[in-house]
């Protein structure tokens, strides 16, 4: 080996590891331009060399002339030095091999760097197994031409300058793909932004179409939606003039249109060229004076996996969508359906809140079960209510083979968490949660068709979910706030009444107390009026009459006076209230854990009049056999309370009726003619409550739910006192 060629060996290997090591990073500009460097390196020694690189663009089948980059004293050019079509260029990629000006006297040197004082030019195919990736230049001013030494050197570097190159042209294909990809990110964001901008539906449809032709470039859309129920696609948005006056709002849910056809099969199309068959025959023009020839058309995929609508672009030239606009249509389409999903979620929940006051709990467990069939592309679903004392309660269902789901219930109320199964059918089930994390329920969607839902799925039946359970809970309160509503307006009540009654009391005894007193005082002065029988006789009567109408007028008045609840026992009450009743022999008066109960806050003569009402109402239920059982337990804020019969039962049609205040048919004593209503009443003064349970023909059974006394802090009642007088 000679002197000069182990020289060239040496720069050859050093240019080699300082192409290796370009970091990834490079851009292909930059990697070019060291490319370049590097080989003048190799000419060191001659006349103004330069170095000229030409990168090969697949797609149009020749050079780039925008990627020239030029190293070295290329001269002023007097014009662009650009590849000719039969230049060396052409010539060393047709044979792959390289074409040097001294060898090839028949291809000229380009015009330009002649002019820029270019006299020995050699130009290398840099080539791989899968095509050319560009070409080399070198040159220089003087005649000579390049050694063998050279020539072989320069050779053993294109395969460097290749792999180099190469290299860096994935690297900007793959920089290239992901600022296209980041551009369509940034796109769906900002689709995004104009949707979630949005609340009515038809603004929503016109952005989603306006957003679709402006990412594909395309001028003529439509947006429709699938109403599967009626097997129509309905028009929902169009952006396009002028129309043809008879457009179709409407087309059937089949394979007669294209649109059709993409919402049946659930995937895209992408037609280049509509007079082609067999698309010809089934396209339907809906522009004036626009003969359409490409079409896009992407379906809108449910959670179900069936389409909710087509979106359709359409173009007057031939192959207008690519495939990149394929894939950008699909995925706004995909969000299309998340924004179209959430538009009706929100619109539902809005709609469940507003009924809130006004809609029974039926009709709003309807309204959601409803929504999420739609929402999930479900067939059924049910709402499982939770209730301390036992299994989950089925609240609503649509159909009676819901029922059947009340193992996933219960499964869920154990895990409180979402499960789904695939036995009878597919079902998803979640726990209905309140603001404090507490279950409430579970509501359950079931398909009869083979489907996996989703994590999506899952959040979006788990909001629907816990939106019903807070609207379980908010008319829990509604309810409460109504109740204590009601207690306070009867409490004021009750504190007019008994003013009035005071002033009654004091005014009947003004008029009626003076009888007495003047009878008194006519035995003493006219004595002699006594002795005449009949006349003493009437005397005696209105007297005896006086002095009753007072004493019932006293008696009356303790059930209306304003009553601040305290701390009694509960069995002096009923026992107060026997004394006052006629229990036939024939039935069996049994009173179980009263004994031993704790003082309740309420009011003795009014708990007596609660006990004599409801045991009286047991009486005349069971007319002269059966058994009433009175039971009493403790738990740690209340007391409950039971009356229990065995007589003939309530019909369910009448039992929330009965403590009505017009639903009465008796009048008895002590009970001022208002039946349960009055029971019902005097219960909530004393911050209780009560229910009925009944069924015909298997008794009846009143709980009342009675507030426990505060017990101080040597565990006695805080303040127990005696009976509560006629006085108060």
């Not at 040197?109 to 002019?115: D, M, W, Y």
């Not at 849910?253 to 895209?268: N, Y």
């Amino acid at each position: 080996m000679t002197p000069a060629m182990r020289e060239l060996c040496q720069r050859l290997k050093a240019a080699g590891e300082r192409l290796a090591g370009l970091p990834p990073e490079t851009p292909l500009p930059e990697c070019m331009r060291r490319i370049g460097e590097e080989a003048l390196r190799l000419l060191e020694g001659r006349e103004a060399p330069a170095a000229i690189l030409f990168c090969y663009d697949p797609e149009q089948g020749g050079l780039d002339p925008a990627s020239r980059v030029a190293v070295g004293k290329t001269g002023e050019l007097t014009g662009p030095d650009w590849p000719r079509p039969d230049g060396m260029a052409a010539h060393a990629l047709l044979h792959r091999r390289r074409v040097l000006s001294w060898e090839a006297p028949d291809i000229p040197i380009h015009p330009a760097k002649q002019a820029a004082g270019a006299r020995s030019v050699g130009c290398w195919p840099l080539l791989t197994a899968e095509g050319p990736v560009g070409v080399l230049y070198l040159s220089c001013r003087e005649e000579r031409p390049f050694t063998e030494e050279e020539i072989e050197a320069i050779e053993a570097f294109t395969g460097l300058a290749t792999l180099a190159l190469q290299r860096a042209r994935a690297m900007e294909r793959l920089r290239q793909a992901l600022g296209r990809a980041t551009r369509e990110l940034e796109e769906l964001r900002r689709m995004d932004h104009l949707l979630s901008a949005r609340a009515d539906p038809q603004e929503v449809l016109e952005a989603i179409l306006r957003i679709a032709l402006e990412l594909t470039g395309a001028r003529f859309g439509t947006l429709r939606l699938v109403d599967r129920g009626r097997r129509r696609l309905v028009l929902g948005a169009v952006i396009g003039r002028p129309l043809l006056p008879n457009v179709a709002p409407e087309l059937d849910l089949d394979e007669t249109s294209i649109v059709g056809w993409v919402a049946v099969h659930g995937r895209s199309l992408r037609i280049d060229d509509l007079h082609t068959s067999p698309w010809a025959s089934i396209y339907r023009p809906w522009l004036a004076g626009h003969e359409i020839r490409a079409e896009l058309a992407v379906p809108l995929i449910g959670a179900g996996g069936e389409a909710e609508g087509v979106l359709n672009l359409e173009s007057p030239e031939p192959g207008a969508f690519t495939e990149a606009d394929q894939r950008l249509l699909e995925m706004l389409a995909a969000r299309a359906v998340i924004a179209l999903q959430e538009m009706r979620l929100l619109r539902g929940m809005q709609e469940i809140t507003g009924q809130l006051l006004h809609a029974g709990r039926e009709a709003l467990f309807a309204h959601a079960v409803a929504l999420a069939c739609e929402l999930l592309q479900a067939s059924d679903g049910a709402i499982w209510l939770i209730h301390p004392e036992g299994p989950p309660a089925l609240a609503f269902a649509t159909h009676p083979t819901m029922a059947g789901t009340a193992g996933l219930a219960e499964a869920v109320c154990r895990a409180r968490r979402p499960l789904s199964f695939e036995t009878g059918g597919w079902a998803l089930a979640v726990p209905m949660l309140d603001p404090t994390g507490a279950v409430r329920g579970v509501f359950v969607v079931h398909s009869s068709r083979p489907r996996t839902f989703t994590e999506r799925d899952q959040r979006l039946l788990i909001i629907l979910a816990n939106h019903a359970a807070l609207a379980v809970q908010l008319a829990e309160h509604v309810r409460a706030l109504q109740e204590a509503r009601e207690r306070q307006a009867i409490m004021e009540a009750f504190a007019a009444v008994g003013d009035i009654a005071a002033n009654l009391l004091h005014r009947l005894n003004n008029y009626i107390g003076l009888i007495p007193a003047r009878l008194e005082g006519l035995r003493e002065k006219r004595p002699a009026l006594l002795e005449d029988a009949y006349l003493h006789a009437i005397l005696q009567e209105i007297e005896s009459r006086a002095r009753a109408a007072m004493d019932a007028v006293r008696e009356a008045m303790v059930y209306l006076r304003p009553m601040a609840p305290r701390p009694i026992p509960v069995l002096p009450c009923l026992e107060m209230a026997l004394r006052d009743l006629r229990i036939p022999e024939g039935i069996r008066l049994e009173v179980v854990g009263l004994e031993d109960l704790p003082p309740v806050m309420a009011g003795e003569p009014q708990l007596a009049l609660v006990f004599f009402n409801l045991i009286e109402n047991a009486v005349e239920a069971l007319g002269e056999s059966g058994w009433i059982r009175i039971e009493g337990a403790a738990g740690p804020q209340d007391v409950i309370l039971t009356v229990r019969d065995n007589g003939p039962g309530i019909p369910p049609e009448i039992q929330e009726r009965i403590f009505e205040l017009d639903f009465s048919t008796k009048r008895a004593p002590k009970k001022l003619g208002f039946g349960l209503w009055w029971v019902k009443l005097l219960i909530q003064r004393f911050g209780g409550e009560i229910r009925v349970e009944s069924a015909p023909g298997q008794g009846t059974a009143f709980h009342i739910r009675l507030p426990r006394a505060p017990m101080d802090p040597g565990g006695m009642p805080s303040r127990l006192e005696g009976k509560e007088g006629a006085s108060r």
